[in-house]
Every structure is written in C-alpha cells, then in structure tokens.
C-alpha cells in the first residue's frame, strides 16, 4: 500500500516561512520524481515544484527564490522550505509521486495559510 503523507502545514504571517514535508511509503522512492501541488478555493490546482529522482529542480515563476524543494532518498521524504511567503500562497498544498508514464500517487494535502 502505497501513503504519502504531507505535514507542516498553518498559519503564517506575510513574509514568514513554513516548511512542508512528505513522508512517503509503499513505493521505491528513489525511482520516483516529487512533485508539490496546491489549490485554492475556487481555482484549478497548479504545479510548484518538482524534484527528480537525481535532484534537479524546477519552480513555477511565482515562487523561484521563495521556495525549496529537496529529498532525501535514504529517509524516503520530501520538503518544500517556503519563505517569504504571500497572501497568494495561501492554498491547500499536495505531495505527488510520479514515474514515467503513468504512475501517479497523490497526498491528502496540507493546509497553508497566510495572513497578517
């Protein structure tokens, strides 16, 4: 049974930081890229960043040299370390596990909040 399970998500103030972690299992961890989602009400979920199995990272633009994404294949768990964070990041945020071409495996999600 594959579980990825997102944490670290709450409250946050403009200009604060947050730092979410996916702690995954069930699956060869090292063979899969992560991915970080989020969604806010009433809008389509959007792609933030992604880490491949060898560690290259790519970054939507809202986000490039706000956000982090990192692994760490011998513990099985990817972070997203959010800084200067926005009113606009406010979003339930998702892990995703993705393997060429159609293995696909997605988190609860975590809530990220921010607000004066």
């Known amino acids: 049974q594959v579980q990825l399970v997102e944490s670290g998500g709450g409250l946050a103030q403009p200009g604060g930081s947050l730092r979410l972690s996916c702690a995954v299992s069930g699956l060869s961890f090292s063979n899969y890229a992560m991915r970080w989602y989020r969604q806010a009400p009433g809008e389509e979920r959007e792609l933030v960043a992604i880490i491949a199995p060898g560690g290259t990272e790519s970054y939507i633009d809202s986000v490039k040299g706000r956000f982090t994404i990192s692994r760490d294949n011998a513990k099985n768990t990817a972070t997203l370390q959010m800084n200067s964070l926005k009113p606009g990041d406010t979003a339930m945020y998702y892990c995703?596990?993705?393997?060429?071409?159609?293995?696909?495996?997605w988190g609860q999600g975590t809530q990220v909040t921010v607000s004066s």
């Open positions: 995703s596990a993705y393997r060429f071409p159609e293995d696909i495996h």
